[in-house]
């Protein structure tokens, strides 16, 4: 690939536009006619970038960002701007992308809000595919009736967590609003460590003590990462 001001992709294998090459070998031709399944990463990709350009295809650029990227998981959570340092790529394409990645997260993360959040298993599986790709730290309440009915989720700050991010104002304004019985707390950790810092237990006791005065118990603080979790509650530190 040549470095420039931005990325450049191989020229493609044809030396022509897509709707030239061979019908089978064509993305969208090929998912109508073998189904979604027989496609490549490279290939789903190019079917949301549409277009590539005068010297590169759709599925060369394609290629080359996931070439950069090692797979579609990094992908998963770049920004437009990391995006558009990509040949053909504008705010358009970057955004359709983001976009498509929101999509399959909030697919795979959906849930019956009848369905009680009676466990950290539950919201490990709610919330694992909507935050195993991100890059920083998001923490979010989850609000609950009297039930562990979840209610919806607030996101509350990004960054690393401490006190002067997360007030305990701000975890418990929207439940007051609501109204809900409980909530539970929940943030990743990027670094794929899910053992709590000394921050995460300091920021997590000012909120459980915040709560039992305004009568909002705290149910849990859950850590998130890729393949783990750890339950504030289930470690006794609460």
């Not at 909530?183 to 921050?199: C, K, Q």
């Not at 149910?219 to 998130?224: K, P």
Request: hydrophobic letters at 40%.
């Amino acid at each position: 690939m040549i470095r420039s001001s931005k990325k450049m992709c191989e020229v493609a294998h044809y030396h022509t536009n897509i709707k030239e090459w061979p019908e089978g070998e064509r993305p969208r031709e090929k998912l109508l006619s073998r189904g979604v399944c027989n496609l490549t990463d490279a290939e789903l990709l190019a079917i949301i970038l549409r277009t590539g350009t005068r010297k590169a295809t759709a599925v060369d650029i394609a290629k080359a960002i996931l070439s950069d990227y090692g797979s579609l998981s990094g992908l998963g959570s770049r920004s437009v701007q990391e995006l558009r340092q990509y040949h053909g790529l504008g705010n358009t394409k970057a955004i359709s992308i983001i976009a498509a990645f929101e999509m399959g997260r909030r697919t795979m993360s959906s849930t019956d809000r009848k369905t009680a959040m009676t466990s950290p298993l539950d919201v490990f599986q709610y919330y694992h595919a909507r935050m195993m790709d991100l890059t920083v730290e998001v923490f979010t309440v989850l609000l609950l009736d009297s039930a562990n009915h979840l209610q919806r989720d607030v996101r509350v700050s990004e960054g690393i967590l401490n006190s002067s991010l997360v007030h305990p104002r701000e975890v418990f304004r929207p439940a007051i609003i609501e109204p809900s019985a409980a909530v539970i707390l929940v943030h990743n950790h990027p670094s794929g460590n899910a053992e709590p810092s000394a921050e995460d237990i300091t920021v997590t006791r000012q909120i459980v003590e915040a709560g039992k005065i305004i009568g909002i118990p705290v149910h849990d603080h859950v850590i998130l990462t890729r393949n783990n979790y750890t339950s504030f509650a289930e470690k006794g530190l609460l």
